[in-house]
Nanobody, 121 residues
Framework: VQLQASGGGLVQPGGSLRLSCAAS????????MGWYRQAPGKQRDVVSL???????TYADSAKGRFTISRDNVKNTMYLQMNDLKPEDTAVYYC????????????????WGKGTQVTVSS
């Protein structure tokens, strides 16, 4: 299973970005997908999670500004980020866990390479 994140970039404060994370490989389903971010010198923190039934969770910093979604047919997850602030600057990583498929350990954690988001004027 491979995860490919895209959509990062440089945006001014108050602007918007939409991140995408495409999962590829041979599998039947993914239980949880999520976005995490890591700013320089800081630990990687969860931003938002979305479960296979559509249930979502958000970090307090993301509530009201970010929206997570997923397309189970395309095996793609999105993060719409609005009203971006300089403190949102970080490398954003996508994650998947609870994958059912041949030769896949259900408890394994999969990470994509990060995509840089920079919010600056």
């Amino acid at each position: 299973v491979q995860l490919q994140a895209s959509g990062g970039g440089l945006v001014q404060p108050g602007g918007s970005l939409r991140l995408s994370c495409a999962a590829s490989g041979t599998f039947f389903s993914i239980h949880v997908m999520g976005w995490y971010r890591q700013a320089p010198g800081k630990q990687r923190d969860v931003v938002s999670l979305i479960y296979s039934d559509g249930t979502t969770t958000y970090a307090d910093s993301a509530k009201g500004r970010f929206t997570i979604s997923r397309d189970n047919v395309k095996n793609t997850m999105y993060l719409q980020m609005n009203d971006l602030k300089p403190e949102d600057t970080a490398v954003y990583y996508c994650n998947a866990v609870g994958i059912r498929g041949p030769g896949i350990s259900y408890g394994a954690n999969y990470w994509g390479k990060g995509t840089q988001v920079t919010v600056s004027s």
